[in-house]
């Protein structure tokens, strides 16, 4: 790391036209300061206006200083990200370099400290110093539960007011419970769809609640859905490996369903890992000689793995090998259990003022309760995971990406390639993901060469989540549809020729879906089957498992 970082420098030129920019900005804006005496200053000119949310409170408009220190914080803040964007080098080294910068600069920021925020400082005195008591109690209580509270979680409860779609567990191993929904309609498709979710997450992302529930919504269109529904990993479960996930997971919830039904094919969807849980089940199936999915729906998933992204940075040779060495299989205790917080302080540190310091001050310098959100409480929600199968995920995926290099990957002990899978394929994209960014997702058409073109790729707006939980009802955002014939082979070049819709896309993924669905039939009067009876209701125990 050190050596990989000495290798890196700014060009002077760069460096001298930054040093002169900074010294100009900061000089103007310690005139601009010194006339801040009045609404229009000693020489006409406005007050000056803080261009950032953290410091949209009128108390740091009012008080100079605290103007002056967010407006030079700024400037800072500007002036060491261009310079991070002006190291020449290796890209990974780089990359670090500026994530670093950036996490470094969102924490010093003035709104983060009681003694530089006036707002904080103002309720503290209004409230007679019971706002810092409140800060304090929420600090305590964050610390006993291991993690910063994002949302109230006092007012949601799984099975209560999220996961609250009828149907019950008719199956459970090991590893995962499978779900049965109750059919909302008369008749039902002849062929189910079976949903993996990903079980770096709990399902219910997929279930929050009746207007956003992607799980409904499909039942509603008169589809007999079921979702796996992973356990949560404890020490038991310390030394099972991707190909458990594979053969005792996603295939055999594929059997489950077919046996269950009736159907000699299904439809599927995956969504994040889940989708590239999925997609690796059926290259084994097809490696078997197997074709049971007639139709598999990729949400937000990685196939090909050339691009991640920002998790890019976190790694290389020594990082999967120290996790290999520690979590691994060739741990001294052949396995070990990676743990959810881990998991989600990772990802909550690429949005480090969203959805870490803006907690910081709400909660604890203004004692204030954060607001009911569904998807933050499941965002909190977080799940282990078994330290040889997260391992063999990062070596063959972000590491290598022998997903996409036919027979280079072993799983269950068949050669994988992807192209084996021949079948149509619905591709969703979000175009502001910063964990599988779109042009990723949209590379996943060219890792399923099999599919004789049979694919549909759809872009939504939003992020990783928010693009994919997008109900209709709500009205909310857009999606684009590429134009009919062979999909372009570069992601950009599909954008030029797509065209903008208003609204989800989910109306889109159910029209594509019913085409593959076949003909309807009456809809079950039971859950399961004789031979899977129910064993408790929806969501099931291993949804409620907390880490």
């Not at 460096?15 to 229009?40: C, D, H, I, K, V």
């Not at 770096?200 to 929050?208: H, T």
């Amino acid at each position: 790391m050190l050596k990989s970082v000495s290798g890196l420098s700014v060009p002077l030129p760069a460096l001298t036209e930054l040093q002169s920019e900074y010294l100009r900005q900061a000089t103007e804006l310690w005139n601009r300061s010194m006339n801040f005496g009045s609404p229009n200053g000693a020489e006409g000119e406005p007050a000056p206006k803080i261009g950032d949310r953290r410091f949209a409170a009128p108390e740091w408009q009012a008080d100079p200083a605290s103007s002056f220190g967010a407006q030079m914080y700024l400037l800072n803040a500007r002036t060491l990200l261009k310079l991070a964007d002006a190291v020449q080098g290796d890209d990974k080294p780089r990359q670090r370099l500026r994530y670093a910068v950036q996490q470094w600069v969102a924490a010093a920021s003035p709104a983060n400290f009681l003694a530089t925020n006036p707002e904080a400082l103002k309720k503290a005195v209004t409230s007679q110093g019971e706002s810092l008591k409140d800060g304090l109690a929420r600090l305590v209580s964050d610390l006993r539960q291991g993690h910063l509270s994002q949302t109230d979680e006092t007012l949601f409860e799984v099975g209560r007011n999220v996961a609250t779609t009828e149907g019950h567990v008719v199956f459970e191993n090991d590893l995962f419970q499978l779900l049965d929904y109750k059919p909302l309609t008369a008749k039902v498709h002849e062929r189910p769809l079976l949903m993996v979710p990903p079980c770096i997450n709990k399902f219910y992302i997929l279930d929050l609640q009746p207007a956003n529930s992607l799980i409904r919504y499909a039942v509603e269109q008169g589809h007999r859905v079921f979702v796996v529904s992973w356990r949560n990993a404890d020490q038991s479960m310390a030394h099972m490996g991707w190909d458990d996930y594979i053969e005792e997971g996603a295939i055999r919830a594929i059997d489950l369903v077919q046996e269950i039904t009736g159907s000699d094919t299904i439809n599927t969807l995956g969504f994040c890992i889940g989708g590239t849980i999925l997609a690796t089940a059926l290259a084994v199936l097809a490696h078997r000689g197997r074709q049971p999915a007639e139709s598999m729906t990729l949400l937000t998933a990685f196939l090909d793995f050339t691009d991640t992204g920002v998790l890019d940075l976190f790694i290389d040779e020594a990082m999967v090998k120290m996790r290999e060495l520690t979590i691994g299989a060739e741990s001294p205790t052949q396995g070990g259990l990676l743990k959810g917080q881990e998991l989600a302080s990772t990802f909550s540190s690429l949005r480090p003022n969203d959805l870490v310091w803006n907690y910081v001050v709400g909660n604890y310098l203004k004692g204030e309760t954060p607001p009911a959100f569904d998807l933050l409480y499941w965002n909190s929600d977080s799940t282990n995971l078994p330290g040889p199968m997260y391992c063999w995920y990062l070596r063959h995926t972000y590491l290598e990406n022998n997903l996409v290099k036919p027979g280079k990957a072993v799983v269950c002990g068949a050669p994988v390639d992807l192209g084996t899978i021949d079948l149509p394929v619905y591709v969703y994209g979000s175009r502001e993901d910063h964990i599988v960014p779109w042009d990723a997702a949209y590379r996943n058409l060219a890792a399923l060469s099999g599919n004789k073109g049979q694919t549909r790729f759809v872009l939504g707006a939003s992020g990783h989540i928010a693009g994919v939980i997008n109900p209709p009802a709500s009205k909310k955002r857009s999606h684009w549809v590429g134009a009919n014939g062979k999909a372009p082979a570069t992601a950009d070049a599909w954008l030029e020729r797509a065209t903008e819709h208003p609204g989800s896309w989910w109306p889109d993924w159910a029209a594509w879906l019913k085409r593959h669905a076949g003909a309807q039939v009456a809809a079950p009067k039971r859950p399961g089957s004789r031979d899977f009876p129910p064993i408790e209701a929806a969501p099931g125990r291993y949804v409620k498992q907390k880490a």
